[in-house]
């Protein structure tokens, strides 16, 4: 049991500082039992993070501003799920308004557009990570930015958007190459269209 305890210990210690791993990918090493076992050993010393049910993280350790642990962003654990399944994700509402500094409010439930199953995954500090089924046309965007304020200004609608939001949105797209957000356009409604070709005149 010492040797498949220390072999995967060493192995997530070749890992990237960051890396998000399934506690199945220790089943060439030992029993589900034994990597259980030595997974919860690991978490509870602190040198792993447990980020849902058989979800965890190598985390990365802020050294500089001595912040310490670096807990992984709901928007990485949903890529890390959506590459397990083989499937897309789109951030939607408040997460899109978070990332892109349209709104202050950190959101304790994110929510994903996705081409595969709808479901919803419990992780760290009581928060929820949902995957809502959706229109192959949601998932087509080629670049994230025009993604992400598509989706942030869907959330808002367009009767509620104000001045310091386009201000901030213009702000982000003059900082993104022009050619690929305007590709993205079609896939917006009208309103959205305005706002983003707006800002590069």
């Known amino acids: 049991m010492n040797s498949i305890a220390q072999k995967i210990e060493e192995k997530i210690k070749s890992f990237d500082r960051g890396t998000i791993f399934f506690a199945d990918a220790f089943l060439d090493i030992g029993s589900s039992e034994a990597v259980r076992q030595t997974l919860l050993r690991l ?17 990365e350790i802020d050294e500089v501003l001595g912040l310490g642990v670096i807990y992984p962003t709901d928007e990485q654990i949903a890529n890390i799920l959506a590459e397990r399944s083989h499937s897309k994700i789109v951030p939607t509402g408040d997460y899109a308004l978070n990332v892109l500094g349209l709104s202050t409010q950190v959101p304790m439930n994110s929510v994903f557009l996705t081409n595969g199953k709808s479901r919803k995954i419990s992780v760290f500090g009581n ?46 797209l003059r900082n993104e190459k022009k050619d690929d957000v305007l590709a993205d356009l079609k896939l917006m409604p009208v309103w959205i269209r305005k706002i983003i070709t707006s800002a590069y005149e």
């Open 43 to 59: 978490t509870n010393n602190g040198l792993i993070i447990r980020v849902a049910q058989g979800i965890y993280c190598y985390p």
């Open 127 to 172: 928060r929820q990570i949902t995957f809502k089924n959706t229109a192959p046309r949601n998932l087509a965007f080629t670049n994230r930015l025009a993604m992400l304020i598509n989706s942030a200004l869907k959330s808002i609608k367009n009767d509620n958007v104000t001045s310091e939001q386009i201000a901030q949105i213009a702000h982000l």
